[in-house]
């Protein structure tokens, strides 16, 4: 926590990060709501090459106040069965969604 992994982060080069989140909607994007978590999370996107965010169904239309990014700022989202086709449908137009058993 704090700004010690975050210098820390600046030297290094990630080819892939998978990325935890509390939240994600079509309007707001990604976010959570730990204030350093967030400031982790967006270094680490920002040094990936690809970028997987793992997210629960239920995760999908949920508002936390801290936002990490736009979708178009990850490659993927891992989710599971139960998110509801309309949000499917409309999350895909952004990034590529995968249903994971």
């Known amino acids: 926590m704090g700004s ?9 080069n990630i080819g892939v990060a998978f990325i935890g989140i509390g939240g ?12 350093d978590d ?7 996107m920002k040094r990936s090459k690809k970028v997987i965010v793992l997210a629960d ?7 936390d106040p801290i936002k990490i990014g736009d979708l178009n700022s990850v490659d993927q989202i891992r989710t599971s ?4 086709n309309c949000d ?3 999350l895909e137009r952004s990034v590529r969604i995968v ?3």
């Open 4 to 12: 010690y992994p975050l210098g820390m982060l600046k030297d290094f």
């Open 24 to 35: 994600a909607s079509v309007k707001n994007g990604l976010a959570d709501y730990k204030f």
């Open 38 to 44: 967030v400031l982790i999370k967006k270094e680490v």
């Open 57 to 63: 169904h239920s995760k999908f239309g949920y508002i």
């Open 81 to 84: 069965h139960g998110i509801n």
């Open 88 to 90: 499917k449908l409309i």
């Open 99 to 101: 249903i994971v058993v």
